[in-house]
């Protein structure tokens, strides 16, 4: 069974940069497609970015495209995010997401929340004005 940590977040003051990490345990992440999610408060849980199992594909947000990169380091069994030039409303809480159950394509990547079947406890950013 698969297990999903993130870390990383915390306060930090606009046009700061942040690293969120999301390591896994108990399997190895490398086959699945993963993405991370945000939910800020009174409203409903967001795709930010995802990246295919391969890592050769990726898709962002529109509003952190060009801000926020997420890559995978198979060997470390983690996927990370980093976020540059931010902004007070990328104030939320984090969750990485892995798809674990179907098949995906080498090049696939998931937006909706449906996909994905397994999902970390949450990691709270904060960015001050």
């Known amino acids: 069974q698969v297990r999903l940590v993130e870390s990383g977040g915390r306060l930090v003051q606009a046009g700061g940069s942040l690293r969120l990490s999301c390591a896994a345990s108990?399997?190895?992440?490398?086959?699945?497609?993963m993405a991370w999610f945000r939910q800020a408060p009174g409203k409903e849980r967001k795709v930010v970015a995802a990246?295919?199992?391969?890592?050769?594909?990726?898709y962002y947000a529109d509003s952190v495209k060009g801000r926020f990169t997420i890559y995978r380091d198979n060997a470390k069994n983690t996927v990370y995010l980093q976020m540059n030039s931010q902004k007070p409303e990328d104030t939320a809480v984090y969750y990485c997401?892995?798809?674990?159950?179907?098949?995906?394509?080498?090049?696939?990547?998931?937006?909706?929340?449906?996909?994905?079947?397994?999902w970390g406890q949450g990691t709270q950013v904060t960015v001050s004005s």
């Open positions: 997401a892995a798809r674990r159950t179907s098949y995906s394509a080498s090049r696939s990547v998931y937006t909706d929340e449906s996909p994905y079947d397994c």
């Open positions: 108990g399997r190895t992440l490398s086959s699945y497609p």
């Open positions: 990246i295919s199992w391969s890592g050769a594909n990726t």
